[in-house]
């Protein structure tokens, strides 16, 4: 599925750059309309919303009973998605006039999922929405925050975050003690001793989640808690890996949102693309991203993870000293040769890091 929602989002996208829409919130109503796409709320029954087809006029029906304006927003964008994905009219109509549609991540079917995609893209778009998150702050509040900024439900806020995210990220929606869908960020994905979590699944005993989630009170009045959590409780493996649980009640939706994602201590700090002498480091640009650093040692990281998978590890010869217990080897270069070969070396690669004490988690 990971092709098609790839697919559907870059749609959304290219259609908001074709449409010169550049800011937030994106009215899916204004885009229907340039389509020439007539949408009206209407009570119905079983669906989320209604793409109709007759003589080549297309027509969207959404349910303005018992969901809120973020949630029709994002049924709307999910109909604009039917109509504007590559197959879908063509399978869709093909034995009738009507498509009755299941928004909002809970059907399987691929159409629906790729039109869901398709409408995620469409209202947070990922670089405004990025935008949006840092400044929220991290977690729970970003999500927050740029559900304000999109006029888009928690829930689909949180799944777009996601998606986003370049570091280990879930979030999980579920009913009771039963976890109803978990999304997983790449970078959570692609851990080796990570076990997903599929639909259907108890929820963790010792969760934050479990606790919440027997009062039912709690998930009504759309409360909200945190807690410490681990990697392990989550998702098995052996690696403890501390966690930060947050937990919000969806209200009459009565399910539980809970945002699970690493604490500030545990990410060493974003780092810059920066220039270096002998005696000082400097940043070459503007807060240009390059990678995030996950280990230090004697004041300095020694490991970083940049934004293209690849790692790059960093040591100066003192902290090399002190974790190995002796002196690092000198080889059998003189002292001018190895000063040349550091020079060559940095000029090489000029994002060296910077002192521990200068990083602030992202």
């Known amino acids: ?103 909002g991540f809970e059907s399987v079917a691929s159409y629906e999922v790729e039109a869901d995609h398709f409408a995620a ?17 991290d977690g729970l509040d970003a999500i927050q925050a740029a559900a304000a900024a999109c006029e888009t439900s928690l829930t689909a806020t949180a799944i777009r975050y996601a998606q986003c995210a370049d570091e280990p990220i879930a979030v999980v929606v579920s009913s009771g003690r039963r976890i109803d869908y978990c999304f997983m960020s790449d970078e959570l994905k692609e851990a080796s001793d990570v076990t997903w979590i599929r639909k259907g699944e108890p929820v963790p005993r010792e969760s934050l989640t479990y606790r919440f989630n027997a009062s039912a009170n709690r998930v009504r009045t759309a409360e909200r808690d945190e807690a410490a959590s681990d990697l392990r409780l989550w998702f098995g493996g052996g690696r403890e890996r501390e966690l930060v649980e947050q937990v919000i009640g969806l209200g009459a939706y009565g399910k539980t949102l809970t945002v699970l994602s690493q604490t500030p201590d545990s990410r060493a700090g974003l780092l810059l693309r920066v220039s270096c002498s002998r005696d000082s480091i400097r940043p070459d640009g503007p807060g240009r991203e390059v990678g995030w650093a996950t280990g230090m040692d004697d004041g300095r990281l020694l490991c970083i993870r940049s934004l293209r998978k ?53």
């Open 1 to 103: 599925m990971k092709g098609g929602e790839n697919a559907a989002t870059a749609a959304a996208e290219r259609l908001l750059r074709e449409c010169s829409i550049t800011t937030l919130p994106v009215t899916p109503f204004e885009l229907a309309a340039a389509n020439g796409i007539e949408v009206q709320g209407v009570d119905l029954a079983g669906a989320s919303g209604v793409l109709l087809c007759s003589g080549g006029t297309f027509g969207i029906l959404f349910a303005r009973t018992g969901r809120n304006e973020a949630f029709q927003r994002f049924s709307v964008a999910h109909e604009l998605g039917h109509y504007h994905l590559p197959g879908h009219p063509e399978a869709l109509f093909a034995e009738g006039d009507v498509h009755r549609s299941h928004a």
């Open 121 to 137: 893209g469409l209202l947070m778009p990922r670089q405004l929405f990025k935008a949006a998150v840092l400044r929220g702050g």
């Open 310 to 362: 690849k790692v790059f590890r960093f040591m100066s010869r003192d902290a090399a000293s002190k974790r190995q217990g002796r002196t690092a080897p000198r080889g059998s270069r003189s002292a001018p040769e190895r000063a040349a070969a550091c020079r060559a070396h940095r000029a090489r690669r000029p994002w060296l890091v910077r002192p521990a004490s200068t990083l602030r988690p992202p």
